[in-house]
């Protein structure tokens, strides 16, 4: 198995990007699938969620209105679209692929990403 994030970068306060997610060795469907986020010396926490039959989907309280996610079954993708990012966004992202939903358990996430740096300056 194996999930490829891309599209991290450096950005502006009040930029955007888009995370993407590639997929692969997994049944693609069966998955809900989620980004998390974790910043220096803090614990990865969950940021988005989207249930294995979209448009079902989950977000942490402090990206809720910013951050949209979304899928595409037929190219086994996942993305986060980050809005009005702020200086605390900063972290390395990473995707997930959870059998459970909502994918918001840190120690019954199925496969994870190698992850991909996303800096927001002030």
């Known amino acids: 198995v194996r999930l490829v994030e891309s599209g991290g970068g450096l950005v502006q306060a009040g930029g955007s990007l888009r995370l993407s997610c590639e997929a692969s060795?997994?049944?693609?469907?069966?998955?809900?699938m989620a980004w998390w986020r974790q910043a220096p010396g803090k614990e990865r926490e969950f940021v988005a969620g989207?249930?294995?039959?979209?448009?079902?989907?989950y977000y942490a309280d402090s990206v809720k209105g910013r951050f949209t996610i979304s899928r595409d079954g037929a190219k086994n993708m996942v993305y986060l679209q980050m809005n009005s990012l702020k200086p605390e966004d900063t972290a390395v992202y990473y995707c997930?692929?959870?059998?459970?939903?909502?994918?918001?358990?840190?120690?019954?996430?199925?496969?994870w990403g190698q992850g991909t740096q996303v800096t927001v300056s002030s």
């Open positions: 989207i249930r294995r039959s979209a448009p079902n989907t």
């Open positions: 997930a692929a959870d059998l459970l939903w909502p994918p918001i358990e840190f120690r019954t996430t199925d496969y």
């Open positions: 060795g997994l049944t693609f469907s069966i998955y809900a």
